[in-house]
């Protein structure tokens, strides 16, 4: 069969051994394993009053009481909760009285043949599911932080306009290594952060492969090539394990770069997680003078 979303069969083929893992399963019950279904979509939550840093699914009847969200979601095909583990370390970081901190795990519809399926599924359902999920939780948000890898990109925009559409959030995405399939419209990304640019800002960062699958400079975000600065091979999971180092201050998810150092400053400016309110009001009020699209930023390895 033609990969559509690619340009050749040959990519494809080659797209799918830069990204392809085998995946443990999803959190499932024992009739949805035998029947083949995907498992539901869940919002897990990082329980503050636990004696350790725990997760639960909040109830639909929930209603959340801190001001700001961040939430981390994967892409396609993944195999590993990572997004747990960097909603995790943020959790870590911040006034629990003032933050909740969570992560979508949709791998079970993620879990497809082609990447451009798993994106597709991931801009018109699970998105919007999102979106309607953190409205659920709370239409008083002051800011919601949505993190989202590859196919997930499309996850966390499609949860954005709804957000920005029902509450009155600023908002901040961080798109991870954006997987735009072929013939699709990449200003899509962010777009809705140009109704209110004081208010919403996008960041992307990227690595370069030698196919070009997806490197893309995003119309409406801040562009920031982290390439050179991979301890490893050059793949396209290093922006999930670079961010998540940002927050933790070492490499943590990979044994391979536990002895490399976290290269995430340019100059006077550093970026990752410090580029977020989770970090403090001045950094989040300086990412907001950032401007989006236009030159891309290359952070370099230190001399």
Known sequence: MPCRDLQTPF??????????VIPRPCHASA??????????????????????PSFFMPSPQMACREPNLVVVTHGWYEQEPWPGWTAMAIAQKVDIRLWRCGWWDWRGQAKRLRPVKAATIGRDEMGPLLGRRIVQLSKDWRHVHLVGHSAGSWVVNAAAEVIAAETEADIHITFLDAYVPDGWDESILGRFAQLDPERHW????????LLNLTENRLSHAHNVDITAINPGFKGHKFPWHWYHATVTGRYTTRPR???????????????????????GVPAWENSLTLPAGGAVVRIEPQP
Do not use: M, Q, W
């Open 257 to 279: 770069f536990a002895d490399s150092p976290v290269i995430c400053r340019l100059e006077l400016r550093t970026y990752g997680f410090a580029r977020a309110l989770e970090s």
């Open 202 to 209: 996008i960041e992307h960062y990227f690595t370069r492969d």
């Open 11 to 20: 990519r494809c083929t080659l797209f799918a051994l830069l990204f392809l």
């Open 31 to 52: 009739k949805s394993s035998a029947l083949g279904e995907a498992p539901a979509p869940v919002l897990y939550l990082v329980r503050p009053d636990a004696n350790a």
